[in-house]
């Protein structure tokens, strides 16, 4: 990497980095959404009728996987798999589970885009998965 590259950054020492995420961490995890998220996720395992739903839902696509794939599905293999996952996310508690998720993403974006401004560097594209892993 070109030298002129690292010439502007200040680089804190590693225990100073580890303590920042540890902090950083215990926030996320402390705040509404996150809590919230914890609640709901909770809630819908122990759902069964939700359950039920889902798994409705993962077994057809899962039989039909190939046909899927192939966008071979017939109007009525379409409609049944329409139908069950309308009921799945139709679910009470699987729309509160989505909605918690939701929340906590765009609290997780959020903070992302606060950290690339702080750093000058666009966070979450430096920690996505690359062609390499």
Known sequence: MDDLVFDHL??????????????????????????????????FRQ???AQHVLQAYQEKQMAWRALIMLNALSPE???????????????????D???????????????????????GLNYAAACGVSCCG
Do not use: W
């Open 10 to 43: 200040e680089i804190a020492p590693v225990e100073v980095v580890k303590h920042a995420a540890r902090d950083f961490a215990t926030a996320l995890a402390e705040s509404p959404q996150f809590k919230v998220f914890e609640q709901m996720t909770e809630r």
């Open 47 to 49: 759902d069964q009728s």
């Open 77 to 95: 293999q379409k409609a049944e798999l329409e139908r069950l996952h309308s009921a799945f996310v139709n679910h009470p508690t699987v729309q």
């Open 97 to 119: 589970y989505l909605k918690a998720q939701t929340d906590f993403v765009t609290l997780c974006q959020t903070l992302g885009d606060a950290i690339s401004a702080s750093i």
